[in-house]
């Protein structure tokens, strides 16, 4: 059975930033849970990151595979670096899919770690640039197939087709 790394947050659990969740309801992640297929994460806690800490942002309009490229930087609102933070944090994500055979992510999308179609620009003024963020970047580097909150449909078509072909 093809496993999915899925976003705490969509899952219901209060871990992002502000200590809020983001539930994803939809009929797909009810079977998945059943079918026992979701591998549950959040990568800034896994790296140990407090709930709540203060906003991130890749910097300068730039995107998770440059803070992996060692071009950009996570900065809180602060001022803070948490580049390291959210380094592990994908590391941490990216060894928890290998372990448990993770083929596929569903990650929160906007995210400077979980991102997967768009992050914010950096400049912590709610503007969104296309990109990925840290720990989506690795994973999809790594050969997982990365999906946001928002292409859970995709998902699971992937997630059929994949397995028609399997099961030929």
Not at 87 to 109: F, H, P, V, W
Request: proline content about 5%.
């Amino acid at each position: 059975m093809n496993k999915i790394l899925v976003s705490a947050c969509l899952m219901g659990h209060a871990v992002r930033y502000d200590g809020q969740a983001k539930p994803l309801l939809h009929p797909a992640i009810a079977r998945w849970i059943k079918e026992g297929r979701l591998v549950t994460i959040c990568p800034e806690m896994s790296a140990g990151m407090p709930v709540p800490r203060p906003p991130a942002e890749i910097e300068g309009g730039a995107d998770g595979e440059d803070v992996l490229g060692g071009t950009a930087r996570v900065v809180e609102i602060t001022g803070g670096d948490v580049t390291d933070e959210f380094m592990q944090a994908a590391r941490n994500a990216l060894t928890l899919a290998s372990e448990t055979g993770c083929r596929y992510a569903l990650l929160i999308d906007g995210s400077p770690s979980c991102g997967s179609g768009f992050v914010n620009d950096g400049t912590f003024s709610g503007q969104k640039l296309a990109g990925n963020g840290v720990t989506a970047a690795l994973l999809k580097q790594a050969g997982i197939a990365v999906y946001s909150d928002r292409n859970v449909e995709m998902l699971v078509a992937r997630l059929a087709a994949d397995e028609a072909d399997t099961a030929c």
